[in-house]
């Protein structure tokens, strides 16, 4: 027993509904509105991770390239659809560069974890790909989505300086290389601070799942070191890719702050 998954039953799966019901009850108790976004949040987890589970079933019975670049494809379009959704103040033209540096991250982070590192048979074995993407492509979703906010934020709030450097004589890329800075810092630093406490505070999902599974936690840690790295690089890759291609659309052709950052910074005033 000690080196094969527990099965829950489909009794064991309902009974966590008590769990929903207790922070639904503090949620009722204290009025904070909450009790309904958690119900409808619970019924979408249980009927998109029931779809997800045949769906990878099948995906991997198949295990052909072609679909696993197009399921890949998918959900960087999903995330980064989602990832702009969640900066409400920026434009809805980043979806695309938010695709583009998603695309490139994942691509390349995943390819060097599943064809070097890990070295499955075949290379592109569904089993490994897809979940390792997906990880890669959880985390880095979140991170641009910081990253891209901070930027508009900080060219926002630092145009009277950002107009002042262009007036002396400063390209747009001197101008605004400041805001790049922290905007790509603060995609960074959620990611840092994990491999801060990485095992000491926290033991990741990835290495849990092992564990629960029967492997040696030895085994586990090898694993889990690999996925916190390869999130680093993705986070860290992807960040720098979408807000090195926002920043230039901070500008007009001729090098001039959009009218939109301006006007933010004389509603301020």
Not at 245 to 268: C, H, M, N, P, V
Request: proline share 4%.
């Amino acid at each position: 027993m000690e080196n094969a998954t527990i099965p829950i039953s489909n009794f064991q799966l309902a009974f966590t509904v008590l769990l929903v019901l207790i922070t639904g009850g503090i949620s009722s108790f204290l009025k904070l509105g909450l009790l309904r976004p958690l119900i409808w949040g619970t019924i979408r987890t249980f009927i998109q991770l029931v779809l997800v589970g045949y769906a990878l079933t099948y995906i991997f019975n198949i295990n052909n390239l072609f679909l696993i670049i197009a399921v890949v494809t998918l959900m960087c379009y999903i995330a980064s659809k989602t990832a702009v959704e969640r900066t409400p103040n920026v434009p809805t033209y980043t979806t695309v560069l938010a695709f583009a540096s998603l695309l490139a991250s994942t691509f390349l982070v995943g390819s060097i974890v599943t064809v070097l590192i890990i070295a499955p048979e075949p290379w592109y074995s569904a089993r490994i790909v897809i979940p390792i993407f997906g990880m890669i492509l959880g985390n880095a979703m979140n991170g641009i989505a910081v990253s891209l906010d901070r930027l508009y934020s900080e060219a926002r709030s630092g145009a009277a300086l950002i107009e002042a450097m262009l007036t002396f004589g400063a390209t747009p890329w001197e101008a605004i290389q400041a805001s790049v800075r922290e905007a790509v810092r603060a995609g960074m630093t959620p990611t840092i601070n994990s491999l801060m406490v990485v095992g000491l505070v926290s033991l990741p999902g990835m290495m849990t799942g092992q564990i629960l599974s029967g492997a040696d936690p030895r085994e586990a840690v090898r694993y889990q070191i690999v996925v916190m790295l390869m999130i680093s690089a993705a986070v860290a890759i992807g960040c720098i890719i979408l807000v090195g291609l926002s920043y230039k659309k901070l500008f007009t052709r001729d090098g001039a702050l959009q009218q939109s950052i301006r006007q933010s910074k004389e509603g301020a005033l």
